[in-house]
Structures are given as C-alpha cells and as structure tokens.
C-alpha cells in the first residue's frame, strides 16, 4: 500500500492544483467562482487562500483518502486516471476540516511546523478552511467526464448527508474536550469517530461507486469498508501520538503529548479510567481537565494510560475493526489486484509508524 501511495500521490497533487492553483489569477476566478460583480482583488485572495491552503498541503500528507478513491475506482474496473480530478474532492475536505479542527482545538503544531491559525491568524484559517469545504462540491456539478444530471445530483446529496454528520461526531468530541464531566462511553467515542472520521472515509467509497454508476448495495457495502477503516485509522493515530510521546518529543510532527494536553477523550482513555486502580484514574481525570500541563504531567498521564493495558486494549479494537472492514469486501466482485490492495489498506491504517 505505501508503493500504491507513493505512486499516485504527484497525480493527485498535480489534479489539486488544476482545482486549487498555487497561483491564482483573474482567469481561474472567472472560470471557476463566476464573473465579478465589481473587480476581485486577487493579491488578496492569493495572500488569503492559496498561500495558506498550499503551505499546508506542501507540509505533508499521505493522501490516502485520494488514493484509496482511486483504488475502489479500479476495483471496480474503471480507468482511474479518468477520475482524479474526483479523488482531489476527498483529499481537499480532509485538509479543510484539519485547518478548522486544529482552531477548535487550540493546536500549536500541524504537520512539523506551526497550526495554520499560529502563522496567518484564525480568521485567514477558519475562512480558508471552510473554503475547502465548498470548492470541491463545484467538480460535482460541474466537473469532467459524462455524468448525468442523476449521477451529479445523487454525489451531492451524499457529500451534503456525510458532512452534516462529520460536525455531529466534532461537536461530541468539543464537548468532551470543553467538559472533563461529561462520561464518555465507548460506543459514543465509536460514534463519534464514525461521524468526525468515517465519514470522510464514506465519502471516498461512495464517490467512487457513484461515479462508476455501481448499485445501492456495492455503495454501502463500500461504505461500511470505508467507516470501519477510517475508525481503525483514528485509534491508530491516538495510539501514535501516546507511543511517539513515550519516545522523544516532536516524532509525530506534533506537540510532545498532544492529546493529553488538549485532554482529549480516546479509546485508551476511556479504557485507562475503567481499569485503572481509583486514585490513578482520578489523577488521569485531573491531569485531563486542567488548562495547562507541564511535561511531568504528561508524562504521569501517558505513563497511567500505559501502565493500564489500554494501549493494547485500543490496538486489538482496531484490529477488529479492520477485520469487520475486509468482510465487507468478502460480499463484492472486485477485481484482484485492488481487492488485494483493499485488504492490506486495512492493515496499513493501524501498523504505520506515521
């Protein structure tokens, strides 16, 4: 699978910039948003949009949203170079919901370097970020290839469906974060990522059964494929950051015990608090709702979420999740090749080291 990334990703960063130009000019504009009503100023859209969204695209990424797009077009034996220009629709919400996420959350660090709202502010963010949100639903109305009016109108609907419910699982995942009170049961933390990450997950499967005109039932099937890899994906990028916080500061291109500084409720937590001896779980409790952490701290929290078992509580989950996704795939005729690769994406999600 990481052959299969590298792969494709110059393909889908050379159809992001068809999409998002690095360099925008009046030309794009009128093509793309419409003529002005009166005159665009585009030193300032430039400065505002395409210097902030680049910056963050060019830090990084694996673009496995895109590719696995691809992947399922080809499983479904069509042409991928056909349909890139629909892969950049995932990857391009993905990075905007990462701009808006990391103002709600306060974050320092993003990809390495500063949080897009620590170096251009969190009005250029917030506003570039929801940009990425809109500019994508344009290819679906208005992008290549010959898709009938049904076929655009029925991609529409499913992306306005699933990223309703990516602010369902955000704003359960603000409320922990804004509440330490709140208890947080496993199956809301499930629900909560298969709202804030599995969609995004199902919006890939779907697309590309929609834009390959598959039928209902490959499109869900696809679809739960999707959401249970994306769930896997989320816990295995919680489990990162605890194992490359037990390590050196800075591995993961984050801030050294990100998640426990924000105090962010994950599946290793929930585990910890139900296993943990009572007053070790009441300090991770504490450790958690306070405003401000020092690295002592961290490192208590880390070292009472390790001691628990729950690091290997939320690997064995993922692990499970990723079995229920490749069964998923056991009720489609997908073509070899990108059936295999389906497979080893299931294992990819949780095994990476980055």
């Known amino acids: 699978m990481r052959e299969t990334l590298a792969e494709w990703r110059p393909a889908v960063d050379a159809a992001i910039e068809e999409v998002l130009p690095r360099e925008i000019?009046?030309?794009?504009?009128?093509?793309?948003?419409?003529?002005?009503?009166?005159?665009?100023?585009?030193e300032s859209l430039q400065r505002a949009l395409a210097d902030p969204i680049w910056e963050l695209l060019d830090r990084?990424?694996?673009?496995?949203?895109?590719?696995?797009?691809?992947?399922?077009?080809?499983?479904?034996g069509e042409n991928p170079e056909e349909y890139l220009h629909y892969a950049?629709?995932?990857?391009?919400?993905?990075?905007?919901?990462?701009?808006?996420?990391?103002?709600?959350d306060e974050a320092t660090k993003r990809r390495g370097e500063p949080a897009l709202h620590r170096r251009y502010g969190s009005d250029i963010a917030l506003n570039a970020g929801n940009a990425m949100y809109?500019?994508?639903?344009?290819?679906?109305?208005?992008?290549?290839?010959?898709?009938?009016?049904?076929?655009?109108?029925r991609a529409y609907e499913m992306l306005?469906?699933?990223?309703?419910?990516?602010?369902?699982?955000?704003?359960?995942?603000?409320?922990?974060?804004?509440?330490?009170?709140?208890?947080?049961?496993?199956?809301?933390?499930?629900?909560?990522?298969?709202?804030?990450?599995?969609?995004?997950?199902?919006?890939?499967?779907?697309?590309?059964?929609?834009?390959?005109?598959?039928p209902p039932a490959v499109e869900e099937a696809v679809a739960r494929y999707a959401e249970k890899v994306s769930i896997a994906f989320q816990i295995g990028d919680d489990i990162l950051d605890i194992e490359h916080s037990i390590g050196e500061?800075?591995?993961?291109?984050?801030?050294?015990?990100?998640?426990v500084r924000e105090g962010k409720t994950t599946l290793m937590v929930i585990q910890a608090l139900r296993t943990a001896p009572e007053t070790r779980a009441e300090?991770?409790?504490?450790?958690?709702?306070?405003?401000?952490?020092?690295?002592t701290e961290i490192h208590e929290a880390i070292d009472i979420?390790?001691?628990?078992?729950?690091?290997?509580?939320?690997?064995?989950?993922?692990?499970?999740?990723?079995?229920?996704?490749?069964?998923?795939?056991?009720e489609l005729d997908l073509r070899d090749g990108p059936e295999a690769e389906l497979r080893q994406f299931t294992e990819f999600v949780i095994e990476r080291d980055v």
């Open 25 to 42: 000019d009046e030309a794009y504009l009128r093509e793309f948003f419409g003529a002005p009503t009166y005159e665009y100023d585009v």
């Open 60 to 76: 990084g990424g694996k673009r496995w949203r895109a590719v696995l797009f691809l992947v399922f077009v080809d499983a479904f």
């Open 88 to 104: 950049t629709i995932p990857e391009i919400l993905h990075n905007g919901t990462i701009i808006v996420d990391d103002v709600e």
């Open 134 to 153: 809109f500019i994508p639903l344009k290819l679906v109305t208005h992008g290549p290839g010959d898709l009938d009016t049904e076929t655009r109108m």
């Open 160 to 214: 306005m469906h699933e990223l309703n419910r990516t602010h369902l699982g955000q704003g359960m995942d603000i409320c922990w974060h804004n509440d330490p009170t709140v208890e947080v049961s496993e199956a809301e933390y499930l629900e909560m990522c298969a709202c804030k990450t599995g969609c995004l997950g199902r919006i890939v499967a779907r697309l590309a059964a929609i834009v390959t005109n598959q």
């Open 249 to 259: 500061a800075g591995e993961f291109g984050k801030e050294f015990g990100n998640d």
């Open 283 to 295: 300090r991770l409790r504490e450790i958690l709702a306070a405003e401000e952490n020092d690295d």
């Open 305 to 330: 979420i390790q001691s628990s078992g729950a690091i290997g509580y939320a690997r064995e989950s993922a692990l499970e999740l990723a079995a229920e996704a490749r069964a998923h795939l056991d």
